[in-house]
């Protein structure tokens, strides 16, 4: 019985050290972090729109190949360098453009599914436009644990605006979103990937730390901050994970 108790002790210190191992490698590895965009999900032909039933495939493939959901928090730790908790194969998963059917389809199946998304929402048609997310639904939302961030108030192409109508999107969309949900909003999706230099250091002079692009790519830790590539979900996507692995290349 004692050498029982001898080898389990034994054997719990060798599995504590490894399991201490591969955290501290992951978190301080420059691991890459794959970052989707999808748009609507519902059941329409439009290019932007993966029907539920698509999401759910998506999520339970890369549940399957060990991806695990981040929250946009640990998303900007891991990129400023922190030692943070960090799963083997993190991966943030995003919604742009705050269409109803994020609530109606994507929310539950992301909760079905123990994940966590994040929604750049554009603030002006919050309560405006009955196919937009309202303020409840955004709130209880984040009450369940998904992520905001702003996507302006009107979706405005901003590298082709003025700078006075820049930063009213940028500030008044944060401001909206800081009032609704009680948080500080540091998260930008730019509209339609449009941004340019002085897009960027408006955002900087405002509060904002993170910059999402379309541009195409896997996020790495050296990465700016204000041009974070995404891998885009269109409804004639394959594959999530080929999507995914073809973008590595
Ligand atoms: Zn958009």
């Not at 999520?59 to 900007?76: D, R």
Request: net charge neutral; with cysteine.
């Amino acid at each position: 019985m004692s050498k029982y108790i001898k080898i389990s002790f034994r054997s719990i210190i060798v599995i504590l050290i490894c399991l201490c191992t591969i955290h501290s490698s992951s978190a301080g590895n420059k691991c890459s972090i794959p970052v989707l965009v999808y748009h609507r999900i519902g059941y329409n032909s439009n290019a932007l729109t993966v029907t539920p039933e698509r999401l759910f495939l998506d999520l339970t493939k890369l549940k399957q190949n060990g991806y695990e959901t981040i929250s946009l928090k640990t998303f900007e730790e891991y990129l400023l360098g922190k030692e943070i908790q960090m799963p083997a194969k993190p991966i943030l998963i995003t919604f742009d453009d705050s269409y109803q059917d994020n609530y109606n389809y994507a929310f539950p199946i992301l909760k079905q599914n123990n994940c966590i998304a994040t929604f750049f929402v554009i603030t002006g048609f919050i309560d405006k436009y009955s196919d937009r997310l309202t303020a409840q639904q955004i709130k209880e939302m984040y009450t369940s644990g998904m992520n905001f961030g702003s996507h302006t108030v009107s979706h405005a192409a901003l590298s082709e605006e003025s700078q006075d109508l820049v930063w009213n999107e940028l500030f008044y969309s944060k401001q909206t979103l800081e009032k609704t949900l009680g948080i500080e909003i540091d998260a930008i999706a730019y509209p339609a990937g449009c941004y340019n230099s002085e897009t960027i250091r408006i955002a900087t002079g405002l509060g904002y730390s993170r910059g999402f692009t379309v541009r195409p790519g896997i996020c790495k830790q050296e990465d700016p901050p204000f041009v974070i590539p995404r891998i885009p979900i269109f409804s004639y996507t394959k594959d999530v994970l080929d999507a995914i692995d073809n973008i590595q290349m």
